[in-house]
């Protein structure tokens, strides 16, 4: 596989460097076996301290260790008997970075309660482990600016998630005269800002003379690459506070800061618990490779064409309860035409995109051609990464049989159900990947795009498959959406409202076409052009959960009277704060004319927009299935 990591073309100016990195090149430091021996004895002591707080700074360095396995055994008997709103953030926040994502919603459930005791620490706690659910509670949180530290650490989640107003938010403290709010804004800022916060930063630190003040804003400007803050962070390690020696272990992680192994080292005989661990969490984690950064862009042909699998193409990515990333895709055998022999494979991600695991297969072709077009959903609205799993297909028999299958995992993609048959009615209906929608009242809805015979009447019209007893049973909507020349094609939907959807479509007219439903998706209006240029391809469309703004992923190009109108690149992003209405901070995701590029599956997950889409090679006609991953701030600079 080959592995292209990115950096964002917003990096920090020339006064500051790249946190991940020293300034004399270094990016990890060496441990012998006694020194790693004895910082895992320190954490594993500590997490079993009386002291609530450092144990739970311990549970994080062990998982930061790679000891998660262990963090998951340890801390669910004390959650149980927790009484404590902030506790039960800590534990549930720790649990979450261990791996066990379904405890997101505890910290939310805290958030949504009527007693306020736990919310400030909900909203910092899901800062913390990249969690923002689906932004509502942090959005209403940010807006009580009665409670600024509530406030902030609400935007603090949502800036890590690419709202940009979040993080002006959080910016318009730091040069308050209040120094404990003053300082919460430096201490988000070392991790959600950048190098334009570093001269408001260096007042902040020669403005407050409380030494812990005064560290926060040091600590902050080392964690954006600032030498003299990397410098002032390294001696406030021997600094008599001991908080102030607390944080600056805490922070020589942000800061890469692999020139204190010395002073880290030091810190393992501090009389301090809380510093012993945030030292020995820095050594550990600065002896690792550094962490996939902020700014990353990760890129990876995880299933490349070969001579025997000309073509995968057509995926879904899901994230799993264990914070692994599920990738399925169409695996064709032989040849790369849509008639051809294929199956649905997969692979896991434990390093968010990095690296892949062995191949297994989904689904194997049960079609006299092929079995192709994955979507991997969870089936409930509510699901925070549990709940049941979908897995949709299509099965293909011929130009006048190819249908929508369904199969449910309740043990999270270990093992699946006899499938179900979506499509009744006869005929050739495209569900393309990555497709299926989940109302907020349980509705699953399925886009098809429908033909007779493919071969024979090659025009489409688009409808909805739904069920509303967890795909058990299904429904087809009243009726049709239908459109000029070869139809309505290709099929998604997006949620406007509860009953509200939006249904857009490929088109041969150069652009791409909407209709709309106010039921459900039961019966659908006139289709008209969206007003979006596009070839003859698919488009992808997402609501981001902290802004609430949509995503467009397509091919922003378009020449009349060539095939399918032109070629599919480049591929494109842009941003709509209102509905679809309009557009902006367009931006180019791939541009090479020797490729063309489409068939995009789009997930959110920890602050990023993870994608998957086919990478057609202009000479050799070989696909592969490429994987993205991009931090969401990037979509929103011009």
């Known amino acids: 596989m080959k592995l292209a990591c990115l950096l964002l073309s917003s990096v920090l100016c020339l006064a500051v460097f790249n946190s991940a990195q020293a300034a ?37 360095s062990l998982t930061q260790a790679g000891f998660g396995t262990e963090v998951r055994e340890f801390l669910p008997p004390k959650l149980l008997t927790e009484t404590d709103d902030q506790r039960r953030c800590g534990l549930a926040r720790e649990l979450v970075r261990a791996g066990d994502l379904p405890r997101t919603r505890l910290m939310l459930d805290i958030l949504a309660s009527s007693n306020p005791h736990g919310h400030t620490h909900a909203c910092e706690s899901l800062y913390k482990v990249w969690q923002v659910g689906d932004g509502e509670l942090l959005r209403k949180a940010m807006t009580k600016r009665d409670q600024p530290k509530q406030a902030m650490m609400a935007a603090a989640a949502l800036a890590r998630w690419g709202d940009q107003n979040a993080l002006a938010f959080v910016r318009s403290y730091v040069r308050h005269e209040d120094g404990e709010l003053a300082k919460i804004s430096a201490w988000i800022l070392a991790r959600v800002g950048s190098a334009s916060d570093v001269p408001a930063l260096r007042d902040g630190a020669k403005k407050f003379s409380d030494p812990l003040t005064k560290a926060y804003f040091e600590h902050a400007l080392a964690s954006l690459g600032d030498e003299a803050g990397r410098a002032a962070l390294v001696r406030n390690l021997d600094h008599a506070d001991s908080a102030v020696r607390i944080y600056a272990g805490e922070f020589s992680i942000d800061a890469r800061a692999v020139e204190a192994k010395s002073a880290l080292l030091k810190r393992l005989d501090d009389e301090v618990l809380d510093a012993r661990v945030r030292a020995a969490q820095a050594l550990l984690v600065l002896a690792a490779p550094a962490p996939l950064g902020r700014e990353e862009i990760v890129v990876n042909d995880v299933f490349a064409a070969t001579t025997a699998n000309p073509r995968y193409s057509e995926g879904s990515i899901l994230a799993l309860a264990n914070n692994r990333l599920l990738y399925a895709t169409t695996e064709f055998i032989g040849r790369g035409s849509d008639f051809a022999k294929a199956r649905i494979v997969a692979t896991e991600s434990a390093d968010g995109g990095r690296t892949w695991g062995e191949r297994r297969v989904l689904q194997e072709n049960v079609g006299q051609m092929n079995v192709m077009s994955v979507t991997l959903r969870r089936l409930k609205p509510d699901a925070l990464f549990d709940g049941p799993i979908g897995f949709f297909y299509l099965v293909k028999n011929g130009p006048a049989d190819l249908n929508v299958w369904f199969r449910r995992s309740d043990d999270e993609g270990r093992t699946w159900s006899d499938p179900i048959r979506v499509t009744d009615p006869p005929g050739y209906h495209v569900l393309n990947n990555d497709r299926v929608t989940v109302l907020p009242t349980g509705r699953l809805l399925v886009p098809v795009a429908t033909t007779a015979d493919v071969n024979k009447v090659n025009k489409f019209e688009s409808h909805v498959f739904y069920s509303d007893n967890l795909g058990r049973d299904w429904k087809r909507s009243t009726n049709s959406v239908p459109y000029e020349e070869r139809g309505a094609m290709e099929p998604e939907l997006l949620p406007i409202s509860t009953q509200q959807l939006r249904m857009h479509f490929r088109t041969q007219l150069g652009h791409i076409a909407v209709a709309d439903s106010v039921d459900g998706g039961r019966t659908w209006g006139e289709a008209k052009s969206w007003s979006i240029r596009s070839p003859e391809a698919p488009a992808t469309v997402r609501r981001i959960p902290s802004t609430n703004h949509l995503l467009l992923v397509w091919n922003d190009a378009y020449t009349s009277g060539t095939d399918h109108g032109g070629k599919r690149t480049p591929l494109t992003a842009a941003i709509s704060k209102d509905d679809g209405h309009t557009w902006s901070f367009k931006r180019h995701l791939e541009t090479s004319s020797e490729q063309t590029f489409a068939y995009t599956s789009l997930v959110f997950h920890e602050g990023r927009a993870v994608m998957s889409y086919y990478v057609r090679d202009e000479k050799s006609g070989q696909i592969s299935s490429r994987f993205r991953s991009v931090p969401l701030p990037w979509f929103y600079q011009d």
């Open 24 to 60: 004399d090149g270094r990016s990890q430091i060496e441990l012998d076996a006694a020194q790693r021996s004895r910082c895992e004895k320190i954490l594993r002591d500590a997490l079993k301290s009386d002291e609530f707080w450092p144990a739970m700074h311990a549970a994080e």
